[in-house]
């Protein structure tokens, strides 16, 4: 944990000198910042030591409980994930092609996302209007068929993280034969002509480079060597990816809502109405009182997490209850700092707004809040039955 809070330190200081001041740059666009800006602020990331902090030069990988720290302090900046190479979906991509990949795959895919010169995307959730796979993975229907020694995978895919920009793919499809409910995972260069970006989706978040896209995959020709791991052990390898995410994006978000509170609390005491400060108003002052409670809960409950899944236990459990426990309380934080702050609250003056919106869609991201808690009481429903 030493190692990861004097990391944080120093990640803390880089963010606040160098990022923030870029979040009025003209190239930050409803889809995201340019890549040419997220260039940039890698460049300044590489050259300060702190480029992909959880993966240090001298080797290894920071348990989460190090990581917590770190990734809090990115992200005081919507751009500070972006900035030193933490942001998803490269963040989880690289921690699953480093516990799956090959020697070789390894090379041509993860050193380049690990130095920060490209990015990825994960292509697994499908659109609702063909009946495809969203928060129930069992409904895949992108589908890769044997061709020889290697692979024709067709589908379409729905909400795809910076598939725009993006030069490493990993493409989830049914393998098996029909009515088959196994999945394996491919290895995609990245710009391919069989898949096409049809649109880029205009989403309340504008945090991610690349933007979310409706991918079409048509006769998309792999060979064998393409395989992430082995073939229809697709959904397990999900899993070692999808709880750890969860929980970085809990790391990341409790950054942007400790940056939203401290806003908002400069304005409340900066700012008078009917004869004092409005901190001194109960309503604004318990608000803020409220953010605090919130912001130390969700803190607990990530370490918490953290440590569960550095111990080895695959943590499904305590990450779908990390993961709403803490969207959940972090949505609530930034409503308040709307609240406090009334109108500029909602306006672009500051980045509370941007806050707000980003969270709001953690509640959906990595799992909708519902379809945690469902997941939970079946848990409950099978323990009391044994």
Request: charged share 20%; hydrophobic share 45%; glycine share 10%.
């Amino acid at each position: 944990m030493n190692a990861g809070l004097e990391i944080a330190a120093r990640v803390e200081s880089f963010v606040r000198e160098h990022v923030i001041p870029f979040e009025r740059d003209a190239r930050l666009g409803a889809h995201g910042p340019a890549d040419d800006l997220v260039a940039e602020l890698r460049g300044m990331a590489r050259s300060a030591g702190l480029l992909t902090p959880h993966l240090p030069a001298s080797g290894g990988h920071l348990p989460l409980a190090a990581m917590a720290p770190v990734f809090r302090a990115a992200g005081l900046s919507p751009l500070g994930p972006v900035a030193l190479n933490v942001m998803a979906p490269d963040e989880g991509n690289m921690h699953l092609l480093d516990r799956v990949a090959t020697p070789a795959q390894r090379a041509h895919f993860l050193v380049p996302l690990v130095e920060g010169r490209v990015r990825s995307a994960f292509f697994m959730t499908e659109p609702a209007e063909d009946g495809g796979a969203g928060s129930d993975p069992s409904m895949l229907r992108t589908v890769a068929r044997r061709d020889g020694d290697g692979w024709v995978i067709d589908g379409r895919k729905a909400f795809i993280t910076g598939a725009v920009g993006a030069t490493v793919g990993i493409v989830m499809a049914r393998t098996g034969g029909e009515g088959a409910t196994t999945a394996t995972m491919f290895l995609v260069d990245l710009p391919d002509p069989s898949v096409c970006i049809e649109r880029v989706l205009d989403t309340i978040d504008s945090s991610m480079p690349g933007g979310h896209s409706i991918v079409a995959i048509e006769g998309l020709k792999v060979g064998a060597d393409a395989v992430l791991g082995e073939v229809d052990r697709g959904f397990q390898y999900a899993q070692i990816r999808l709880a750890p995410a969860r929980l970085t994006h809990c790391m990341r978000w409790l950054g942007a809502c400790d940056r939203a509170h401290e806003i908002a609390s400069a304005y409340a005491v900066r700012r008078h109405a009917f004869g004092k400060p409005l901190i001194d108003h109960e309503g604004v002052g318990f608000m803020l009182a409220e953010n605090m409670i919130d912001l130390k809960q969700a803190e607990l409950m990530i370490d918490w997490c953290a440590g569960v899944l550095d111990g080895g236990a695959a943590g499904t459990v305590e990450s779908s209850m990390a993961k709403v426990a803490v969207s959940e309380a972090l949505f609530r934080i930034a409503d308040r700092c709307v609240q406090v702050m009334g109108g500029t609250g909602v306006s672009g003056d500051t980045i509370v707004e941007q806050v707000f919106r980003e969270v709001r869609a953690f509640r959906i991201y990595d799992g909708p809040t519902e379809v945690h808690k469902w997941s939970l009481a079946k848990k409950i429903k099978r323990r009391h039955a044994s």
